[in-house]
């Protein structure tokens, strides 16, 4: 049970590195202003192919990540493994480096949204890298062996561990938004099922991000994120839980450009 408690925290920090459908109109911002209100989202789309970032935030980062809030809706009658002990993470940043790269769109044969000229390089997540770094940087250097991403679809990946145990994470559904003030806002939704043990764990998870680029500013980047945690339909709750999250967490961004973080040193 140590180890799960100890992967559910990781998982909750790392989708916002997987890198769609566009969301409708001020859906998602509607949603992060509302935690933590939240029920099921509806107008997300079956994931096809890689997730498309702005240009302002290709490069490499240093992100610190720090959990500032969680709740469990349905407690004390729901409450999901791990919760209690994921408090003592409360304002406790979590560093780590993470790069997003331009690629061909069409490398590895999977439609890109948003739809795009098919010979201009899209920039996306490095996603293996990231989530190498930031599983590292949550359970440890000797915890984690691998990360590998699905060459036939960047929506699955396995993360290796000690002891021959995996984490398997596929991404189902996604939406996207764009705010008047210049947020690019992501939802992702997808199942993780934790392999290894003597019974293996299976749930639903959505992270919605909402990524703010500053002027002159050093982080350059913040951003807000909140992940839910819906329980599946194997879990003996299921049906008590209806459409309602189980756990909500809130994470603060800030990416700090490597190249600043390099002059710094010298």
């Known amino acids: 049970m140590f180890i799960i408690r100890i992967i559910w925290s990781f998982c909750l920090l790392f989708l916002f590195l997987l890198g769609n459908g566009e969301a409708v109109a001020g859906e998602l911002s509607e949603r992060l202003a509302n935690f933590p209100q939240w029920e099921k989202l509806t107008s997300v789309q079956p994931a096809s192919g890689d997730l498309v970032y702005p240009e302002w935030m290709a490069g490499t980062w240093k992100v ?36 997003f790269i331009k690629e061909q769109p069409h490398v ?99 992270s919605t991000t909402a990524y703010h680029k500053l002027i002159a500013n050093n982080p350059a980047i913040e951003a807000d994120q909140v992940t839910a945690v819906y329980l599946s339909p194997q879990d003996p709750n299921y049906f008590a839980a209806a459409s309602r999250p189980v756990a909500l967490y809130r994470y603060h961004l800030e990416f700090f450009p490597e190249k600043m973080l390099t002059s710094s040193k010298e």
């Open 64 to 99: 610190t990540s720090t959990l500032v809030d969680l709740v469990a809706p349905l407690a004390p009658d729901i409450v999901t493994p791990g919760f209690e002990g994921n408090r003592r993470q409360l304002n406790q940043p979590v560093s780590f480096l993470v790069r």
């Open 108 to 206: 590895t044969g999977f439609k890109i949204f948003p739809p795009i000229d098919s010979k201009s390089p899209i920039l996306v997540a490095d996603r293996a890298f990231n989530s190498l770094n930031l599983a590292r940087a949550s359970l440890g250097n000797e915890a984690v062996l691998a990360v590998k991403v699905d060459p036939d679809s960047p929506n699955r990946q396995i993360t290796f561990l000690r002891s021959s145990r995996q984490l398997v994470s596929t991404v189902t559904a996604r939406a996207t938004e764009t705010t008047p003030d210049g947020k690019f806002i992501t939802t992702e939704v997808f199942q993780q099922l934790f392999k290894g043990s003597s019974r293996p764990y299976l749930n639903s998870v959505e």
